[in-house]
């Protein structure tokens, strides 16, 4: 007997953060694949003209801005399109409720920083499929996230390439566990986490304090936010990714090695216990990621040429220089050392970062404030959500207050 191929029904989707890089890469995909994915409900800050273009395209029911006066501005536009049926609301507790919406069963988790914590967290409570490209929701709340995982019976799929590899080389019974995966027991030794070292891996040490934003932004490989790109920079991306691992995976600080690749081909890899190491490769391109994460366990076409053996440069690896990026060193710390460690220096760090940003301090300072700020709230207890946000706020404040010496 002939079997015929029963069609599975659109996932229903809420992307948040939907005008950053992620959210259009996102787009980008569910644009090739209409029959398999709707568009349900999309966020942002402000980008009223993202907005406005990504309504007109996939016409969701609901949007949310979380500026109110953007909002308004975002309710005339979409008036003037005579798309009026569009709900539209604004705050960050209507985000909290879309996240957690009925109406959607695949949430992509695409809000940058911690901002993006409590809608990710409302969609884990709300048992949905969660693409998870905020890595700040678990780094700033680890055990609480992961509990909140198992207790929903949420699925968990990572976004970020480098976590979204170590994901494909799992087992499948791995796979079907993430945040309480039992690596060992399927054979498995290290996880590698791979990154290209940025735009200053060659930098002279002496230089680093003269680097411009613009020249902190420019990565090599990867397009990508400001935020992120000055993250890559020092790599403090990678320390987050590190943290991050240790969650998703459920292993310790001394299972994660990272290995610098400078041509960012392979995304990360496996090691077992028989001497196999299983790679991710492709070329570097959020849409495969997504792509995957989408669709899993089914493939579809991401948009995403694939890798030309014939013309990909040699791979190169090399051991991490603690010295030239010391935020890593401080990110693989406090993984060590605890929750309040993570929540701080996430919470430092975006100060940090965006003062930076603003030309207010130098590439070097950064690490400087988010080294005092660890240090100042290490020792503290944190062991509920409420508490996280409290400590992310008093770690907020001392680190804009210390931007005051600089």
């Not at 709300?126 to 909140?148: D, H, M, P, W």
């Not at 970020?160 to 995966?181: M, T, Y």
């Not at 207890?381 to 992310?392: A, G, H, K, M, W």
Request: hydrophobic share 45%; with cysteine; net charge negative.
């Amino acid at each position: 007997m002939i079997k015929t191929k029963v069609d599975t029904p659109a996932k229903n989707i809420c992307v948040l953060g939907s005008t950053g890089s992620i959210g259009e890469s996102t787009l980008d995909v569910v644009r090739l694949h209409p029959d398999k994915f709707n568009i349900v409900s999309l966020s942002a800050y402000a980008s009223v003209d993202k907005l406005v273009e990504q309504c007109i395209e996939f016409n969701p029911k609901t949007v949310v801005m979380v500026s109110t006066k953007h909002a308004q501005q975002l309710a005339v536009r979409l008036a003037e399109q005579h798309l009026s049926a569009i709900q539209i609301k604004s705050g960050t507790d209507a985000l909290i409720e879309l996240a957690k919406a009925d109406d959607s069963d695949t949430v992509m988790a695409a809000i940058v920083g911690a901002a993006g914590l409590m809608p990710t967290l409302a969609a884990v409570e709300a048992g949905k499929r969660v693409l998870l490209a905020n890595k700040e929701a678990l780094v700033t709340s680890g055990a609480i996230f992961i509990e909140a995982v198992k207790q929903s019976g949420a699925q968990l799929l990572p976004i970020d390439s480098e976590h979204n590899a170590i994901f494909q080389s799992l087992p499948w019974q791995e796979q079907g566990r993430v945040g309480h995966c039992q690596l060992a027991q399927s054979g498995i030794s290290k996880v590698l986490l791979t990154g290209s070292g940025g735009p200053f891996r060659t930098l002279a040490y002496d230089e680093l304090e003269h680097v411009t934003p613009a020249q902190a932004c420019a990565h090599p490989n990867w397009e990508m936010g400001r935020k992120i790109s000055v993250d890559s920079a020092t790599m403090m991306n990678k320390g987050l990714e590190f943290i991050e691992a240790k969650w998703l995976f459920n292993v310790r600080a001394d299972d994660i090695t990272v290995v610098l690749h400078p041509q960012s081909t392979i995304h990360s890899m496996v090691q077992y216990q028989d001497g196999s190491v299983i790679a991710q490769m492709g070329n570097p391109d959020m849409r495969t990621p997504i792509a995957h994460a989408l669709s899993y366990p089914e493939r579809i076409t991401s948009g995403v040429a694939p890798l030309d053996f014939f013309s990909t440069p040699a791979f190169e690896f090399q051991a991490v220089d603690f010295k030239r990026y010391p935020n890593l060193k401080l990110a693989i710390d406090a993984c060590e050392k605890g929750q309040a460690a993570c929540t701080a220096l996430n919470a430092a760090n975006e100060i940090a970062v965006a003062a930076f940003l603003t030309e207010k301090i130098k590439f070097t300072d950064i690490y400087k404030i988010n080294e005092t700020s660890v240090k100042k709230f290490v020792s503290e207890q944190v062991s509920n959500i409420n508490e996280v946000i409290s400590l992310d706020t008093r770690a907020r404040e001392f680190a804009q207050q210390l931007l005051a010496n600089y």
